[in-house]
């Protein structure tokens, strides 16, 4: 299971190991923005076969971005991780911002999922010499209002922006506020992260500039390279000078975007109807879109719990009827030791009698578990549980017998039952268990239900495909 650490601006380093070379081209997958937008979106970040894995957590649910690898990164593997985490932490898997490229991976992995894709998430991409350039007749309008700015400042020049240039940068901000009118909170605080974010300008990696003109601050950008796109964090101007932002655009691109930079990338619009027409002024080559994976599994599709039956058994969903004996099942610690969970580990002290039953009933409404109640004569006797899907097309299969009714077979018959209704009905493609190596009794249920694939010092495990 992964453990995260919050990103702060001491893991800045770390994280541009892998945002350095990244390819794919979204702001998202940058530091700086994990850094500005920390308050929203709860970067959490750690490492896996190679790759970096960040975990968000918007509005209280978690996501992940897709694996960044790095030189001898496994992104499959990194995938496996995440996933493991979803399941050993009981949260949804979701797999947001995938950029265009990565998607068809996810559409192979996946069987199961539920994809969005909104307009207002899509990143404006500008190739690096129309920025610099702004060539062609479609450009007019852009080169008129540089022509117009150089004409009335004549004496205005580009500059970059490095530690030593703190003093400047204030009094910008100080002039600023004074022309700056927005006043909703969402603008207030984009004013309010980016002032902090220019304090790192001394970091090697965080590009800034801007026009100035008798010693003054007429604008000021910041931004950051990963990979072959300059991703622009940053741009603010003093409203009051004509034609100052394009020509801060152009500018900042002839001094920046060179080396091997092909993109320019200005992220998204926020929905602001009045950025969506400027950056549309500027002829993007692509709105490059961002997938979100909402990954699914089988039990999405179930609205209830069927009834199965076998030589001698029943298995269907438990009832109120059912508690005595279920809660007696789930209370006998001598014979759960091997069952691999204590329910200790989740119960918070609320009552007994009925919190057993309630878990099954929350875990089958939450598509994470589906629980039998095996019944012999109608007489619950036990519990088969599918659980730990895996949204890959595989669950963990469980069962347990009341001591009483042990050593006759209704174990095997029960777990039999449930792993072909899961292969068949419920169209996984695979079932998968294990059981402790000293558990003979559980060894030998297995060994003759399905196939065993591997051991370590704790478990043996098995598997069962169609």
């Known amino acids: ?56 957590c918007i509005n209280g649910k978690h996501c992940f971005d897709y694996p960044v690898p790095g030189a001898e990164g496994d992104v499959d593997a990194a995938l496996s991780e ?14 947001s911002v995938v950029p265009a490229s990565e998607a ?15 307009r207002s998430w899509r990143d404006y991409l500008y190739t690096a ?16 209002h540089v022509n117009k700015f150089h004409k009335l400042y004549p004496d205005a020049v580009f500059r970059p922006l490095g530690k030593d240039d703190a003093a400047l940068i204030e009094q910008f901000w100080i002039d600023y506020d004074q022309v700056f009118t927005k006043d ?60 100052v932002y394009p020509t801060t655009v152009q500018e900042f691109a002839r001094h920046y975007a060179v080396d091997g930079v092909r993109w320019l990338n200005r992220e998204d619009d926020a ?13 993007p080559s692509e709105l490059a879109e961002k997938y979100c994976f909402d990954v699914e599994n089988e039990l999405y599709g179930q609205s209830d719990i069927p009834t199965l039956t076998t030589e001698r058994l029943a298995l269907s969903a438990f009832t109120e009827a059912d508690k005595a004996a279920y809660n007696a099942l789930c209370l006998d610690d001598e014979r759960n030791k091997y069952w691999g969970y204590d329910y200790r580990d989740d119960w918070k002290g609320e009552p007994l009698e009925d919190y057993f039953l309630n878990v099954t009933r929350k875990d089958f409404a939450r598509h994470t578990a589906i629980n039998f109640a095996v019944r012999l004569d109608g007489k619950c006797i036990g519990e088969a549980i599918l659980y730990h899907f895996d949204g890959r097309g595989g669950a963990e299969l469980g069962c347990r017998i009341a001591p009483e009714y042990a050593y006759h077979g209704y174990g095997t018959e029960a777990f039999a039952a449930v792993a072909d209704w899961g292969l068949y009905e419920l169209q996984l493609a695979h079932v998968v268990a294990k059981c402790y190596k000293q ?6 249920m297995l060994s003759s239900c399905m196939r065993r694939v591997g051991e370590d010092d704790t478990f043996y495990y098995f598997n069962k495909e169609v």
Not at 5 to 34: G, I
Not at 129 to 144: A, L, V
Not at 439 to 444: F, M
């Open 1 to 56: 299971m992964l453990t995260f650490k919050p990103v702060t601006q001491r893991d800045l380093s770390r994280l541009r190991q892998y945002y350095e070379h990244c390819p794919y081209r979204l702001c998202e997958y940058s530091a700086l923005v994990k850094l500005m937008w920390r308050e929203h979106l709860h970067s959490a970040w750690a490492e896996a076969a190679g790759c970096l894995v960040i975990c968000n």
């Open 82 to 95: 995440i996933e493991a985490t979803c399941m050993e932490k009981d949260i949804p898997l979701e797999i």
């Open 104 to 118: 068809p991976h996810l559409l192979s992995r996946y069987p199961r999922f539920r994809l969005t894709n909104i």
């Open 129 to 144: 010499e129309s920025m610099r350039d702004f060539p062609g007749r479609h450009y007019s309008g852009q080169r008129n």
């Open 184 to 243: 909703s909170m969402k603008a207030q605080r984009d004013l309010r992260l980016s002032k902090q974010m220019f304090k790192l300008i001394h970091r090697p990696y965080f590009l800034a500039g801007g026009m100035e003109l008798n010693g003054k601050l007429l604008s000021i950008a910041m931004a950051e390279r990963c990979g072959d796109t300059l991703h622009i964090h940053i741009e603010k101007a003093l409203y009051g000078y004509e034609g």
């Open 271 to 283: 929905d602001d109807k009045g950025l969506r027409t400027s950056k549309l002024q500027y002829l």
């Open 439 to 444: 558990n003979e009794g559980s060894l030998r």
